[in-house]
């Protein structure tokens, strides 16, 4: 799998790499590249927030995106690599186990 990490310090996009490897290692297997970019944003209110934006290129062909906006950007960060964990495991396919007696 390869990583793709943008936004922040070179120490700040080897923490998030370490992240995006720890969170997909169940589905890496499934996925030939994971991007991961973060970015502050201001709403109309005059709130910071950040935006983090993930996305996946699957070996079948899908292309998964999907953006978080939080107020925090650990919290950012975690979710929107959470939900494309969730999205990839709903893409594979099933592998069902028989147990023989």
């Given amino acids: 799998m390869r990583i793709v990490i943008s936004g922040g310090s070179e120490m700040e996009a080897a923490r998030l790499g370490r992240l995006l490897r720890y969170t ?3 589905v890496d297997e499934y ?3 994971a ?3 973060v970015e502050p944003v201001v709403d ?3 709130v910071e927030l ?3 934006r993930a996305q996946a290129l699957m070996f079948n062909g899908n292309r998964l995106r999907l953006e978080e906006i939080q ?3 650990d919290l950012a960060t ?3 690599l959470e939900r494309l964990r969730r999205s990839i495991l709903r893409r594979i396919p099933r592998v069902r186990h028989t147990v023989s007696l």
């Fill in 24 to 26: 997909l290692t169940r």
């Fill in 78 to 80: 975690h979710r929107a």
């Fill in 50 to 52: 950040t935006k983090c």
């Fill in 31 to 33: 996925i030939g590249e």
């Fill in 71 to 73: 107020s925090d950007r």
């Fill in 44 to 46: 109309s209110l005059g």
């Fill in 35 to 37: 991007r991961l970019e």
